[in-house]
Every structure is written in C-alpha cells, then in structure tokens.
C-alpha cells in the first residue's frame, strides 16, 4: 500500500462529508470529495483514487448507477469502492454489490471500526454474493430498474424540453409583439409631428380634427400609451429578477379605481360598454404601493374592456374580509378556459394567435404584450395578495364572462395620532 491513499468520498450531506473527512484525514488518508453523480464520474477519472467510498442516495446518477459506469473505465474498472449508506431496505448489500461495489458499510458508521474496514478493503477484501441463484434474482432486478430509471429520466427531458421550446417560441412571439407595440405610438407621433412641421400656420380650436390643439392631444397619448408598453416591459424584467422596488404609503383603492374609471373612458370613447362599481367606496385605506397598484388595477380593468364586446358590462367590487380587501372585476365577455387560467398569469402567454395581433389598449380583442397579467400578479404578490381569474369557460357567442379578483392585505395603516 502506498503511503498516503487517496480515497475519493461521494456524498451529498455536508455534515456526514464533515464527519467522514475528519476520520480519514486523522488516519493518514487523502480526501477528496464529490456530491453528486456526475462530478463523482469526472473526479475519479482526474484523481484515480486508491478506493472510492459511495454514498447511494446522490443527486443525478445514484451511487449504484456511478459504481456501474466507473466499472467499464479502464482506469478505475479494479478500484475499490465501497458503499456507505442508512440501510433503509433489505438487500442494500446486495444491490450495492451487484452494482459493481466491492462492499457495504452502513450508516451510521461505526468511528472506531471504520478507519480498519477502510485499511481491509484497501488491502484487498471483497465481499460476494454467495448464491448464485440470489446472484441472478438481484442482476435482473438491477437490469430492471436502470430500464425504469432511464425512461423516467427521458420523460423528465422531454418534458422539460417542450417546455423549453415553448418558451423559446414564447420569446419570438414577444419580441415580433413588443416591436409592433412600440411602433403603433412612434408612427402616430411621428406623423403627427410631420403635420405640425409642415404646417406652421395650422389653427382651431383643440376638439377640431387637424387643429394644433388636437394633433398634441393625440401625440399625448400616443406617448402615453409608449410610456405605458416602456413601463410593463421594464416591470416585468423586474418582477422576473425579484427586484420590484414597492414605495408604500397609504392608499385609498376607491380613488384608482375612479381614476381607472376616467382613464377608461378617456382612451376607449368609442367602446360601448357598462360600468359598474360598487362597494369600493366604503374599503379601508390599505398600505400599499399606490401607483403600482393602480397598474395592477388598470391591466386587469383594460383586460376586460379588450375581452367584451359592445353592449357589455363590467362590474368593480370592493368587499373587505377581515383584514384583507377584495376587489373583483367581472366582465361579460369572452371568457377563459379553465386550462388557462393560472397560464395567463405567465409571462408573454397569449392566447390569441399573435400573427393576428392588433395593437389596443382597449379595442374589443385589441392584443397587448402578453405581460399585462404577470405584472399585475408580481405587484399584489409583492404587497403579500393574491390574484387569480375565475371563468366557466371561453365562448365568443355564449360570452360567459371571465372574473378577476385581487385579494390585498390591508397592512398596519398609522393612526391620525400617530
Ligand atoms: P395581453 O397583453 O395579451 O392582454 P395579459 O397578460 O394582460 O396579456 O393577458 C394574457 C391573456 O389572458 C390575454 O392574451 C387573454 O387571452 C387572456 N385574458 C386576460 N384577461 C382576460 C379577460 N378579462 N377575458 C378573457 N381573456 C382574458
């Protein structure tokens, strides 16, 4: 034996890595160690260890699965390795064995003995399964359960592979959304600014179309509706990264539901559809990030004035349940599917086909960035709430409706005296 062996220790429990290290090292033995499958894989083939101890239940490949693979290298194909595991069934030893372990010891192990058992297999001990035909029961029912392992893993991979791909098509769709989003605005600004430049002697009165007063109402709210795509785009990027900074002051949810109501009608004059608030009036005054709360509020608000059609109506509700207030906004328009309900909440998930996509903040079906939603969930769920859509289904005939409802804590409001 060499002077110094060298024992690569696999385990993925940082206080038995401790306590197994300190005995070794004590006795004069080289560590190093792995926590998981694959680096266990790579270390051994880098250090070629004098004996490899394995704990079974690792991360990735399991112990069993590693002693195997370490088997067919040239290199570490007679290295002894020896399996430390809690014997929680019977025919670890055995399994471990047919595995391609050279031995077994249990956990918890045994301080005074270990170092020698250690020395033994260093020196060359081997335990067997004695009986052939036990021998045979075990390697078929190790065969079987690589089979099972590898089609579970494959499974796992597909899966997250669709996903991925869902995203990556997901991002695409963003990407083509978001540039049609911003270009809708920056055309009507720059055209209208070409009208004015054109026409320095232009005059009316501001409600006369093509007056000076009129094309900077709309060059406003072409900007605005700029800042607003600027905003959700950047808010979204910060909820992504944990990062939604909340200024929290008092607020008074009735008035961003009045000035929601304004803005509405400001922006979407030519819809035809029906308001109704109620019960919002009487809410306490919660603690809260104000502006945030009134995007949470006017994403989900806009989202039901583009899902209804003309005649349709949407209805606010503002209930207090003991120390939280609920605001509901029921629309009765096209509905959701019960399969999409929670995905809507995903960033960029859109449901309509995006090739149809019409830039509108308000037009019946009128597309957004697909973020409107994840926005609004990032801010109530930074306020500690809770948001979620409740709908019997999608119909654009029957139009069952669809409602939202965010839940908010109210949140230690200072007294006047205080
Ligand atoms: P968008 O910017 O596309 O509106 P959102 O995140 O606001 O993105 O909404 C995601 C999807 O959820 C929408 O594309 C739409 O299909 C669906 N959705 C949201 N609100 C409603 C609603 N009130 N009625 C029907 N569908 C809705």
Redesign the pocket.
Known sequence: MKQKAKILYVEDDPSSERLVCRILQAEGFEVVTASDGLTAIETAKKELPDLILMDINISGLDGYEVTTRLRTMDDLSLVPIVAVTAATLSGDRERALIAGCTGYIPKPIDVDAFPDKIRSFLEGTREEIKSPEEKAEYLVEYSHRLVDRLEGKIRELEKSNTELQKLDRMKTDFIIIAGHELRTPLTAIYGYAQILQANPELSGSPDEAGSPGFIVQKMTEATWRLNQVVGDILNVSLIDANKLDLSMGPVRLHSLVRQAMEDIKRIGADRELFFNVTGTEDLPIIIGDSKKLYQALW?IIT??V??TPDGGTIEIRGKTIDDAVQIAVK?S????EPEDQEH?FDRF????DTSLHRSSKTAFKG????????VARGIVEAHGGRIWAESKGRDEEKLPG?T?HILLPIGNVPTEAS
């Open positions: 994403n989202n039901a583009k899902y629309d328009g096209i509905g959701i809507i998930y859109i449901l309509h597309g957004g960035l697909g973020v409107g939603l994840t669809s939202f």
